[in-house]
């Protein structure tokens, strides 16, 4: 299968190390996923979306003949209505998403993380959409199989202007209702709000029958508060600015963020969601190399040892 052309958040570099993981992230989601079956329609009757290259598994009568004559190399067709699941994709854009203390602000890395998530989905023949929240749902892309969305996709993301988001629940509500069936639902975000707030838009996900997957996005910063010296704390959603000593106020402040992170996870492990805190110094093939064998490994669990 050809990859996507002409993106600003997939190189061929992160390809590269992407396509690793795809085994390894079809084995966890079809470990995952509960009741999903395969279109009884095949073959003529349906759209033909895209080729993916052959992987053990693989059913043989799926390969791409024409194409191996031409490329002595095995493809397999993928038809629109081979689609197993829906996967949609909700990205913060708001105005705290925008912090860097490195190179990359947390807003570009979540930009990177959901266009790479994106191309695995599509490369394990299930359909994916996008949606990108701050005050309220600035973009909503339904979800599909195509390689093509990817375009699409990279497209919204360069779009992205934050405003400040006074709300989670509203946002993630709104969205709730634009999605049409059972789907996986993957949250990127920075989460700075109440856990209470943040768990009524999560929760009414969960309500909706959906599997709910919640990618924790914070800087080494945030998470270590190593400033040192005379700071100026300027707030990016409209809060007030602070001066002070962040030595001062460095134990109490991390005393603090324990305390909302561990709120915050023992929430969702209540609810049934999927947590995992992503520090954005960290490589992002690294960070979902991570993710994906941990998945892996509950989902070894879930199934008494036994992979779907």
């Not at 934050?162 to 920075?190: G, Y």
């Not at 999927?274 to 490994?297: A, C, K, M, N, Q």
């Amino acid at each position: 299968m050809d990859h996507p052309q002409q993106t600003s958040y997939l190189k061929p570099e992160l390809l590269q190390k992407l396509g690793d993981l795809e085994l390894v992230a079809r084995e966890v989601v079809e470990g995952l996923r509960v009741g999903s079956h395969r279109s009884p329609l095949k073959g003529f009757s349906t759209e033909f979306a895209h080729h993916r290259q052959y992987v053990p598994g693989d059913a043989i009568r799926t390969i791409d003949w024409r194409v191996f004559g031409r490329t002595e190399r095995y493809f397999t067709k993928l038809y629109e209505a081979e689609t197993n699941y829906d996967c949609y994709l909700l990205m913060d854009g708001s105005a705290s998403m925008t912090y860097g203390s490195g190179k990359v602000s947390k807003l570009e890395y979540a930009k990177f993380l959901a266009a790479s998530l994106a191309y695995i989905v599509l490369k394990q023949r299930d359909s994916v959409g996008l949606s990108i929240f701050d005050s309220a749902v600035r973009a909503h892309l339904p979800p599909r199989s195509s390689m093509s969305i990817i375009l699409q996709i990279d497209r919204l993301l360069n779009q992205i202007s934050s405003e400040p988001k006074n709300t989670i629940a509203k946002q993630l509500h709104d969205t709730a209702l634009m999605i049409k069936r059972r789907s996986f639902v993957v949250v990127i975000s920075d989460f700075l709000a109440d856990v209470e707030d943040i768990m009524l838009g999560l929760d009414n996900l969960r309500f909706s029958g959906h599997n709910v997957i919640v990618l924790h996005t914070l800087d080494p910063y945030e998470l270590e508060f190593p400033f040192k010296g005379a700071w100026q704390f300027d707030g990016l959603e409209n809060e007030a600015p602070l001066t002070t000593q962040p030595e001062r106020i460095r134990e109490e402040y991390l005393s603090n963020l324990n305390i909302f992170l561990d709120a915050f996870r023992n929430a969702c492990a209540a609810s049934g969601i999927d947590y995992t805190l992503i520090d954005t110094s960290r490589p992002l093939d690294e960070v979902l190399g991570r993710f994906f064998h941990e998945r892996e490994s509950m989902s070894l669990g879930q199934s008494g040892g036994a992979r779907a």
